[in-house]
C-alpha cells in the first residue's frame, strides 16, 4: 500500500528554480549583443526588452519559495534538461521579433536551431543583417555546444540513452539525486577546454584576415559544430585558403570527444590514440575524403583546390556542422550521397555534434556481427564488446531503441514535409537534418538554399526534432508518457 507521506514524482519547486537562473543567465547573456547594438549604431531596445523579460521570468522563478527537498530525482533530470532546451529557445527568439527581423514562427525555428546547434536557417541577405542580430545567432549556438558537453558528461549517464552510458568510463558515475563532485569538476574542465578553442580560434581567423567580427562569430559557430555564419555563401564568401584549413581544424576538434581533447592536454596520450571511435571516425574522415578527392579529379583534374574543397565539406558534414566552402550539390551525385550519409553517422559521443554518433554505429555493427554469429552457432552466448569492454544487455537493447525512435521519427517528419508538397529528396533529408542536427540537407534546402520557405506548421515539427535530436530523443519522448506524470 503506498504511503500517503510520500514524496511526489518530481521537485517542481526545485525545478523552477533551476529553470529560472537559467532564464537569468540567458537574460545576462542577451546584455552582449546588446552592448555590440550600441557599439555599432544598431536598433538596441529589442535585445534589452528581451533580456529584462528573461531576467524578470527568471528570477520570480528562481526567487519562488523554497523546495521541500532539495534532492534532484532521474525524472527532475529529464524534465529539466528538455525544458532548459524549449525555454532557451522561447526567450532566445525575442530578439528576433522585437526586432523585426522574423516572424514569431521563424524566429522560434531560427533560435531552436541556434541553442541545439543544427545551423538549419530561415534567414537570407545575411550580409546586410544588423550585427547584433548574427552575433545573438553565434552567441545562441555557442551556449548549445556548450549545454551539450555538460548534458553528455554530466546527465546522459544517467538517463541509459542507448549507449551512451559509456561516457561513465571518462567520469565518476553520478547519483541519480545529486552529481558527484569529480562529475561537476570534470565538466568545468571541458568547458574550459571549450572556451580556450574558441579564444584561440578567434584570434587564429582574425590573423588570417577575417574581421574581429567575423572571426569572433565563426569562432562560437565552429566549436560548437553548429554552422551559422555572417554570410550568405558561408566560408567560401571568404575566399581564402588560410580561413578553409583554420575552419577545418577547429570543425574536427569539436567533433571529437571533448574527454579525449582533456586526456591529449594532461598527457594521457595512449587512451587517446588508442581510443576506438576516435580512430573508427578518422578512418571514416579519411576514407570518403579520399573517395571524393578522386571522383572530382575524375571530373576536373586538379590539386590542392580539390583536396581542400572536400576536406572541408566532409569534416563539416561529418562533424554536422554545415558550413559550406563550395556547393557541393552541383558535384557528381554520388558526392552528395557520401557526403550526407557522413552527416546521418555524425560526430563522436561527447562531443558538440550531432548524427546517430560513432559510439552507437560501432555498437550496432558489433550487435550485427554478433547477431550473425548466433545464425551459426544457436547454442552460443556471444557477448557484445566495445574494446576490452564488456557491453551490458540493457545497453545493448537501449541502442537498437534508439535506432528505432531516430528513424521513427525522421519518417513522420518527412512524411509532414512530404505533406507539404515537397519532393522526396527534400523532405528526407531536411527530416534528417532536423532529427540529426545537421543543418543543410538536399533538395530544396541543399548548401545554398534554406528554410524559409517552408510552412509554417513544417518549421513548427521540425524545431520540435531539432530540441529532440540534440536531447538524444528519450530525454524528450519519455515526457509523453502518462506515467512520468504520475506518483
Not at 537498437?400 to 529528396?425: E, K, N, R
Amino acid at each position: 500500500m503506498r504511503s500517503r507521506y510520500s514524496p511526489p514524482t518530481l521537485n517542481p519547486l526545485l525545478d523552477a528554480k533551476i529553470l529560472g537562473w537559467l532564464l537569468v543567465g540567458l537574460g545576462v547573456v542577451q546584455i552582449v549583443p546588446m552592448l555590440a547594438a550600441l557599439l555599432y549604431g544598431e536598433a538596441y531596445m529589442a535585445f534589452a526588452a528581451s533580456a529584462i523579460t528573461a531576467l524578470v521570468i527568471g528570477l520570480c522563478l528562481a526567487l519562488t519559495s523554497p523546495p521541500s527537498r532539495r534532492d534532484l530525482r532521474l525524472r527532475d533530470s529529464f524534465a529539466i534538461v528538455a525544458m532548459s532546451w524549449v525555454a532557451a529557445s522561447a526567450f532566445g527568439c525575442l530578439p528576433f521579433i522585437l526586432t523585426g527581423a522574423l516572424e514569431p514562427v521563424d524566429a522560434l525555428f531560427e533560435s531552436v536551431s541556434g541553442f541545439t546547434t543544427t545551423g538549419a536557417t530561415v534567414m537570407s541577405g545575411l550580409d546586410t543583417q544588423p550585427k547584433s542580430i548574427l552575433l545573438w545567432r553565434a552567441i545562441s549556438q555557442w551556449i548549445g555546444g556548450m549545454g551539450i558537453i555538460v548534458f553528455a558528461v554530466a546527465i546522459v549517464p544517467l538517463l541509459g540513452i542507448g549507449g551512451m552510458q559509456l561516457l561513465k568510463t571518462e567520469v565518476a558515475g553520478p547519483r541519480v539525486d545529486k552529481l558527484q563532485p569529480r562529475i561537476a569538476a570534470t565538466a568545468q574542465r571541458l568547458l574550459l577546454i571549450y572556451i580556450a578553442f574558441t579564444a584561440a580560434q578567434s584570434l587564429a581567423l582574425w590573423i588570417a584576415g577575417m574581421s574581429l567580427f567575423d572571426a569572433v562569430c565563426h569562432a562560437l559557430t565552429t566549436l560548437s559544430t553548429a554552422g551559422h555564419s555572417t554570410r550568405d555563401g558561408s566560408i567560401g564568401a571568404f575566399d581564402s585558403a588560410w580561413i578553409e584549413w583554420i575552419v577545418i581544424f577547429f570543425m574536427l576538434l569539436g567533433g571529437i570527444n571533448f574527454a579525449l581533447h582533456y586526456r591529449w592536454m594532461t598527457g594521457n596520450f595512449r587512451r587517446v590514440l588508442g581510443d576506438l571511435e576516435l580512430r573508427y571516425f578518422l578512418v571514416v574522415l579519411i576514407a570518403a575524403a579520399l573517395f571524393l578527392v578522386g571522383i572530382l579529379m575524375s571530373e576536373e583534374p586538379g590539386g590542392e583546390g580539390h583536396v581542400r574543397r572536400v576536406a572541408f565539406q566532409v569534416v563539416s558534414l561529418a562533424t554536422t556542422t554545415g558550413f559550406t566552402s563550395d556547393n557541393y550539390a552541383a558535384w557528381p551525385t554520388v558526392c552528395s550521397v557520401v557526403l550526407f550519409q557522413l552527416a546521418i553517422l555524425g560526430g563522436m559521443a561527447g562531443s558538440t555534434s550531432g548524427g546517430l554518433k560513432g559510439l552507437r554505429v560501432l555498437l550496432g555493427f558489433a550487435m550485427l556481427r554478433n547477431t550473425l554469429a548466433r545464425m551459426l552457432h544457436p547454442r552460443a552466448v556471444p557477448t557484445v564488446k566495445y574494446g576490452e569492454q564488456t557491453v551490458p544487455m540493457e545497453v545493448v537493447a537501449g541502442v537498437w531503441s534508439f535506432f528505432t525512435a531516430y528513424f521513427a521519427l525522421v519518417v513522420v517528419a518527412a512524411c509532414v514535409v512530404a505533406f507539404a508538397g515537397y519532393d522526396l529528396l527534400t523532405a528526407a533529408t531536411a527530416a534528417l537534418s532536423a532529427v540529426g542536427n545537421i543543418g543543410p540537407g538536399l533538395g530544396a534546402v541543399g548548401p545554398t538554399e534554406n528554410f524559409g520557405h517552408m510552412p509554417g506548421y513544417v518549421k513548427l515539427v521540425l524545431s520540435f526534432c531539432m530540441i529532440a535530436g540534440r536531447l538524444e530523443l528519450f530525454t524528450v519522448l519519455v515526457l509523453f508518457l502518462p506515467a512520468f506524470w504520475r506518483r
